[in-house]
Each structure stands twice: as C-alpha cells, then as structure tokens.
C-alpha cells in the first residue's frame, strides 16, 4: 500500500530479458523463435499486472536497446519489441541495455560521453507515443 506505480525489469540478463534474446531463449513452443513470440511472456505479464492494480496504477517497463551479446537481443529485435509494447497499457518505457552476463561489453566501454542510449531513444520514439525514459551514462 501507498505505491503510486510498478516498474517491470525486462533488461540487463534477468529472466525477462532472456525470453527476449534468441541468444538464450532457444524455445520450440510460443515463447520461442521470432521477436513477437519472444515476446509474448513479457505481454502476457504486462496485461496480468494491468488486471491487478487497475487503469489509474502506473505501469513502466525497462527494456535493453540491446544486450551487446553477438547473437543476442538487437537493436532491431528492441524496436519491435517497443512496438508491441506500445500496443498495450504500459504508461513508461525505460530505455537501457547490456547485460550482466560475464564477459559481456559495459553499455560505458563503447559509449562516449552523452547519454549511453540517447540515439536509440531517438529511433524507438519512432515506433512508440509511449513516453520513453533514458537510462545510463548521465554525467553532468
């Protein structure tokens, strides 16, 4: 009680993120394969907890712009996932990236000195009327 929002972590190697990136999700059913059945847990998710906080409960959702595994979640696969996201009731989407997973490349080793997604958010703004939040690499 007295939470005005929820935020689903869909980002950074978590279980969420793993259904998301065909790195990881070697799936055969309908969770596994393409982007849209990739994403059909986190959908599934978002519509069970819209059912049970209600219509005025915010709901925000962080997702990578890309987990920077070869093979892994892409830029691409993120703008289609943004897309089907926009679909639904989410009221927030974070926008982030990279993972925990060893040996993976930090989001700042290759980044300059701006905002690590700040390009990415430009692109996904493209396929959302989502409002869209940065994530990483603030400095000043």
Do not use: W
Not at 26 to 35: F, K, P, Q, T, V
Not at 70 to 87: H, M, T, V
């Amino acid at each position: 009680m007295g939470f005005s929002g929820v935020h689903i972590h869909a980002g950074h190697g978590f279980l969420l993120s793993q259904f998301l990136s065909p790195l990881f999700n070697l799936r055969n059913d309908g969770y596994g394969g393409s982007i849209e059945a990739r994403c059909r847990i986190l959908l599934e998710i978002i519509h069970a907890v819209r059912r049970a906080v209600g219509p005025l409960f915010s709901i925000g959702i962080r997702i990578n712009s890309s987990d920077k595994l070869e093979g892994g979640f892409s830029e691409i696969d993120s703008l289609e996932a943004i897309r089907l996201i926009d679909q639904t009731s989410i009221d927030l989407i974070d926008i982030s990236g990279g993972t925990y997973f060893p040996g993976a490349k930090s989001s700042s080793d290759s980044s300059g000195r701006g905002p690590y997604f700040l390009n990415f958010s430009r692109l996904a703004k493209d396929v959302t009327k989502i409002p869209l939040m940065l994530t990483g690499g603030f400095k000043t």
